[in-house]
């Protein structure tokens, strides 16, 4: 799951508006795809997953949120071709296969349309620079070093999460 201080930065990054069509790749719990419809009910959310456990989690989550947002459970990028047209994709994870997800997203993206993805990867960041650079995307990133307290006896500790870098592209076109 995103954690919360990560989904907030990412939602950000997004700039989910009521009508747009969303897709959360790598949905896992659907925490962000959640987020983005309670943020626009209007607007169409598509939570894609290969996982079939965490598919049956985001369906329980949908239930528990009462939201409505379409569960696609297959792996990317093979399950986009049929999905409608994106304004805006959000990438959690890739299973190993960001650069074939990234071509096919590229092609579901609408003008003017966002990409954000975190990473946690070190492969994940150059590659998508190199992708969206080569492609004439506005892109930029900015790294989150999230640390939060523990209680260890009767003392208080910082325990640091795993750094993440959030990847915002926005391809060229019409705003």
Same mark, same amino acid.
């Given at each position: 799951m995103t954690k919360s201080e990560i989904r907030v930065l990412s939602l950000a990054r997004l700039r989910v508006f009521p009508d747009a069509?969303?897709?959360?790749?790598?949905a896992g719990t659907g925490s962000v795809a $959640?987020?983005?419809? %309670?943020?626009?009910?209007?607007? #169409?959310?598509?939570?894609?997953?290969?996982?079939s456990r965490a598919v049956?989690?985001?369906?329980?989550?949908?239930?528990?949120?009462?939201?409505?947002?379409e569960v696609v459970e297959g792996e990317a990028p093979d399950c986009l071709d049929k999905l409608p047209p994106a304004d805006r994709i959000f990438?959690?994870?890739?299973?190993?296969? $960001?650069?074939?997800? %990234?071509?096919?997203?590229?092609? #579901?993206?609408?003008?003017a349309g966002i990409i954000v993805i975190n990473s946690v990867s070190l492969k994940t960041s150059p590659y998508a620079f190199e992708f969206f650079n080569n492609r004439g995307y506005e892109v930029e990133a900015v790294q989150?070093?999230?640390?939060?307290?523990?209680?260890?006896?009767?003392?208080?500790?910082?325990?640091?999460?795993?750094?993440?870098?959030?990847?915002?592209?926005?391809?060229?076109?019409?705003?």
């Open positions: 069509v969303v897709y959360d790749v790598g $959640i987020e983005c419809k %309670l943020l626009m009910p209007e607007g #169409k959310v598509l939570a894609i997953e290969k996982n049956q989690i985001i369906k329980q989550n949908l239930h528990d949120f009462r939201v409505d947002i990438i959690g994870g890739s299973g190993g296969k $960001i650069k074939d997800i %990234l071509a096919s997203c590229d092609q #579901k993206l609408k003008s989150a070093n999230i640390a939060f307290t523990v209680q260890k006896g009767s003392s208080y500790l910082w325990q640091a999460r795993n750094p993440v870098t959030i990847i915002t592209a926005q391809k060229r076109g019409e705003m």
